[in-house]
Structures are given as structure tokens and as C-alpha cells.
């Protein structure tokens, strides 16, 4: 009773393809949020980082307002330009982290996709390999009676 019929391997091999595939599938879905989800902290950080500059902007101007210094000296100018290159230099290294981290999150999340096809191809391809086995042996059993 222990033995189990050609049929039912190969069910089970279909429903396990199928399994398989949807776990898969799944996975895939979680990352493809998770990359969305590294592309909003990406945008947050590039804001937090225009706010920053916003202020310390404010903060110097104000400093050499109040100290009478000219808002348009060339010393002022070059530290405010040097102020915004600097800014500019690392909201562009966040945004290329953020930028690699999601896109190896869609890379992850379209093998995850490819793998779930695969998967559920290979239960049909296993099932029909069992079912073919299973035909041989009968064959083999039987070809010796007429």
C-alpha cells in the first residue's frame, strides 16, 4: 500500500512545479516592492539634502549679514559655490547607491520570475518523464505476452 501509482507522482510533481512557481513568483513581487521602496528613500534623502543646503545657505548669508560683510563678495561667493558643489556631489553619490541597491533588487526579482516559469515548467516536464517511465515499464512488463 506503501507504493504509489504513476498518476499520482505525477500530479504531485505538477503540483509541486506549480508550488514552487508561485513561492517564486511571490518572492519576486516582495523584492520588485523593496526596490520601490529603496526609490522613495532615495527621493526622501534627495530632499533632506536640498533642505540642508536651503539652511546652511540661510545660515551663511545670515552670518555675513550680521556681521556686515557684503553678500556679494567674491570670498562669499566662492563658499557658497563650493557650499552647493559639495551638496550636489553627495546627493549624486546617495542617489547612485540607491539607484544600485534598487536595481539589483529588480535583477534579484526577475530571476525570482524566471525561476518560478522554470519551475513550473519542470513539473510538467517531470510528471511526463514519470508517465513515460511509467508506460515503458508497463510495455516492458507486458511485451513478453501475447
Given at each position: ?69 557684503s553678500l556679494d563678495s ?16 553627495d546627493e549624486n553619490v ?11 533588487l529588480r535583477m534579484s ?38
Amino acid at each position: 500500500m506503501g507504493e504509489t501509482t504513476p498518476g499520482l507522482s505525477a500530479i504531485t510533481q505538477i503540483m509541486g512545479g506549480r508550488a514552487q512557481s508561485k513561492a517564486l513568483k511571490t518572492e519576486a513581487v516582495m523584492l520588485e516592492a523593496q526596490a520601490k521602496g529603496v526609490d522613495l528613500q532615495a527621493l526622501q534623502t534627495s530632499e533632506r539634502r536640498r533642505e540642508e543646503l536651503r539652511a546652511t545657505m540661510a545660515a551663511f548669508t545670515a552670518s555675513r549679514a550680521a556681521r556686515g560683510v557684503s553678500l556679494d563678495s567674491p570670498t562669499g561667493m566662492a563658499i557658497e559655490s563650493e557650499l552647493r558643489r559639495q551638496s550636489v556631489r553627495d546627493e549624486n553619490v546617495d542617489r547612485v547607491g540607491f539607484t544600485n541597491q534598487a536595481g539589483a533588487l529588480r535583477m534579484s526579482a526577475a530571476a525570482k520570475r524566471r525561476g518560478g516559469s522554470y519551475a513550473n515548467i519542470m513539473g510538467y516536464v517531470s510528471a511526463g518523464g514519470t508517465l513515460i517511465d511509467a508506460a515503458g515499464n508497463a510495455m516492458a512488463a507486458g511485451g513478453g505476452k501475447k
